[in-house]
T-cell receptor, first 116, second 118 residues
Framework: GDSVTQMEGPVTLSEEAFLTINCTYT??????LFWYVQYPGEGLQLLLK?????DKGSNKGFEATYRKETTSFHLEKGSVQVSDSAVYFC???????????????FGKGTLLTVNP | DTGVSQNPRHKITKRGQNVTFRCDPI?????LYWYRQTLGQGPEFLTY????????KSRLLSDRFSAERPKGSFSTLEIQRTEQGDSAMYLC????????????????FGNGTRLTVT
């Protein structure tokens, strides 16, 4: 079945440091890829997405590129802020019989702490 | 858009009791999903509905679990004869599905119901 492997945390960085969180996936079909973020005490929020190979998703300074050849979707940010402290989940969306994306398969999550 | 709403936020129950959670999706969303998240893990898919039809159930959804979406709007998840292993965060998500469209809306999650079975 489908699976997502994320770099294990926790990750602790100083403000303005460069962030990379690795994510690789295994899928039988051609999934869409996502990063979700969970801030303390809040629900999961979509951070960015990519629906086909070589697509780059971006939002709030975060970026990730859909690499089909390496089955990867690594999350990067050039300069993190204290407010970026959260748990980050990589996920893939399988496609139903009609070819439309639906349920998500998540990685285990990576806790990021950014210190001032 | 008021977002996905889940009630209650927290539930503490004794082993063997039955519990029921409610999810109100975003109003125009026709798909509704239930996930379970345990500490240190990512959410795991349990089941999903399109309108009132339950289209898929995970093997994680034992016979003690039942989900309904009778009118295609809100959904309930019931756990009968709870066990300590059922302690988790139960997440609901919704999305808009349009037939014939290759990419539909992403899943929008609620804040979850945290269940503690003592």
């Amino acid at each position: 079945g489908d699976s997502v492997t994320q770099m294990e945390g926790p990750v602790t960085l100083s403000e303005e440091a460069f962030l990379t969180i690795n994510c690789t996936y295994t899928a039988t079909g051609y999934p869409s890829l996502f990063w979700y973020v969970q801030y303390p005490g809040e629900g999961l929020q979509l951070l960015l997405k990519a629906t086909k190979a070589d697509d780059k998703g971006s939002n709030k300074g975060f970026e990730a590129t859909y690499r089909k050849e390496t089955t990867s979707f690594h999350l990067e940010k050039g300069s993190v802020q204290v407010s970026d402290s959260a748990v980050y989940f990589c996920a893939l969306s399988d496609r139903d019989s009609g070819g439309s994306n639906y349920k998500l398969t998540f990685g285990k999550g990576t806790l990021l702490t950014v210190n001032p | 858009d008021t977002g996905v709403s889940q009630n209650p936020r927290h539930k503490i129950t004794k082993r063997g009791q039955n519990v029921t959670f409610r999810c109100d999706p975003i109003s125009e969303h026709n798909r509704l999903y239930w996930y379970r998240q345990t500490l240190g893990q990512g959410p795991e898919f349990l089941t999903y509905f399109q309108n009132e039809a339950q289209l898929e159930k995970s093997r994680l959804l034992s016979d003690r679990f039942s989900a309904e979406r009778p009118k295609g709007s809100f959904s309930t998840l019931e756990i009968q004869r709870t066990e300590q292993g059922d302690s988790a965060m139960y997440l609901c998500a919704s999305s808009l599905y349009l037939e014939g469209v290759s990419y539909n809306s992403p899943l929008h999650f609620g804040n979850g119901t945290r269940l503690t079975v003592t």
